[in-house]
């Protein structure tokens, strides 16, 4: 991998560190150059064990060191690839750095990898018995510190709705301390057709492919009729019981202030609130997710 000493950000081959919007990055009409930034040695580095392909990194020098063992493992990764290219390490001043980034680079250095193709929604789950699935939450700190409750939690897969925000968006990507590279994740639900938030469009395609998969699933809602994570847990077991096949679940979370469209809560099988004390109402989405996620942990990868 070679290193390249710049002195400038203005270096046009910084584009994708320093230029280009998240919408460009992504870049829809040629996926196959869609690429995201991961931002700190530890958030690269799981990108990379996660199996994406670099395409260039940027930090200070005196990153280097610490980068090192990395870099080499990337290296041996690229010759295994007979024509696969390099994977240059930019190397610039710290104040250049801290005009990109507003502040020291204090988390070591950026790496952009190459958008993967998302898979199916049967391939993503697997033979996993716990999902997540996020239903057009637009803020993406939730997004990333949902991905990071999932992967704590052994979430076997978590789907996101059309209108939902980028899991690689590189703030969530930040916030989930890469663990959106752990678990496993695609879209659900026609993205073909135009889904404004709040509709629940989605859902008409997707809870239908959800049963199909063999997932009862339970809406995280504020409802009269609704269950505690128990009384869930209970009702599962059994269920379990008199068929004798394991439950798989599939919980579903809304944005915050709206929750869940009203055409998916009615859609899902069982509406489920977390009791609260002190006249509190609901969490956060994301701090509602740890909490569901621990409660039906016997059905993830922690619990069996």
Same mark, same amino acid.
């Given at each position: 991998m070679p290193l390249i000493y710049v002195d400038t950000l203005d270096d046009p081959r910084l584009d994708v560190f320093a230029r280009l919007?998240?919408?460009? +990055?992504?870049?829809? +009409?040629?996926?196959?150059? %869609?690429?995201?930034?991961?931002? =700190?040695?530890?958030?690269?580095?799981? %990108? *990379?064990?996660?199996?994406?392909?670099?395409?260039?990194?940027?930090?200070?020098?005196?990153?280097?060191?610490?980068?090192a063992p990395l870099i080499a493992r990337m290296e041996e990764a690229a010759r295994q690839q007979p024509g696969a290219p390099d994977v240059p390490v930019f190397v610039a001043p710290r104040e250049e750095l801290a005009r990109l980034t507003g502040f020291e680079l204090t988390r070591g250095a950026l790496g952009a990898f190459r958008r993967p193709a998302l898979p199916t929604?049967?391939?993503?789950? @697997?033979?996993?018995? /716990?999902?997540?699935?996020?239903? #057009?939450? &637009?803020?993406?700190?939730? $997004?990333?510190?949902?991905?990071?409750?999932?992967?704590?939690?052994?979430?076997? %897969?978590?789907?996101? =709705?059309?209108? !939902?925000? #980028?899991?690689?968006?590189?703030?969530?990507?930040?916030? =989930?301390?890469?663990?959106? *590279?752990? $678990?496993?994740? &695609?879209?659900? @639900?026609?993205?073909?057709?135009?889904n404004r938030p709040g509709e629940g469009t989605w859902s008409a395609e997707g809870i239908d492919q959800l049963?199909?998969?063999g997932f009862i699933c339970a809406a995280m809602a504020l409802s009269d009729d609704s269950v505690t994570p128990d009384e869930l847990a209970a009702l599962l077991a059994e269920r379990e019981a008199v068929t004798g096949a394991?439950?798989? +679940?599939? /919980?579903? *979370? @809304? &944005?915050? @202030?709206?929750?869940?469209?009203?055409?998916?809560?009615?859609? !899902? #099988?069982? &509406?489920?609130?977390?009791?609260?004390?002190?006249?509190?109402?609901? /969490?956060?989405?994301?701090?509602? =997710?740890?909490?569901?996620?621990?409660a039906f942990r016997s059905l993830s990868q922690l619990g069996r």
């Open positions: 919007t998240e919408a460009q +990055l992504r870049c829809k +009409l040629e996926p196959e150059r %869609a690429v995201f930034i991961a931002e =700190s040695e530890k958030v690269i580095e799981r %990108a *990379f064990e996660g199996g994406m392909e670099p395409v260039s990194l940027l930090m200070e020098e005196k990153w280097l060191g610490a980068m929604v049967a391939e993503a789950v @697997g033979d996993g018995r /716990l999902v997540a699935v996020l239903e #057009d939450v &637009t803020n993406h700190t939730n $997004v990333g510190a949902i991905f990071r409750s999932a992967a704590a939690m052994g979430v076997d %897969a978590v789907l996101v =709705s059309p209108a !939902c925000y #980028d899991p690689l968006y590189r703030r969530s990507v930040r916030v =989930s301390m890469g663990t959106v *590279f752990q $678990v496993p994740w &695609t879209r659900i @639900g026609d993205t073909a057709v135009p049963h199909e998969l394991p439950a798989k +679940l599939a /919980l579903l *979370f @809304g &944005t915050e @202030g709206d929750g869940l469209a009203p055409a998916t809560i009615v859609r !899902c #099988d069982h &509406t489920v609130r977390i009791p609260m004390a002190h006249g509190v109402d609901s /969490l956060n989405v994301a701090a509602s =997710s740890a909490v569901a996620f621990y």
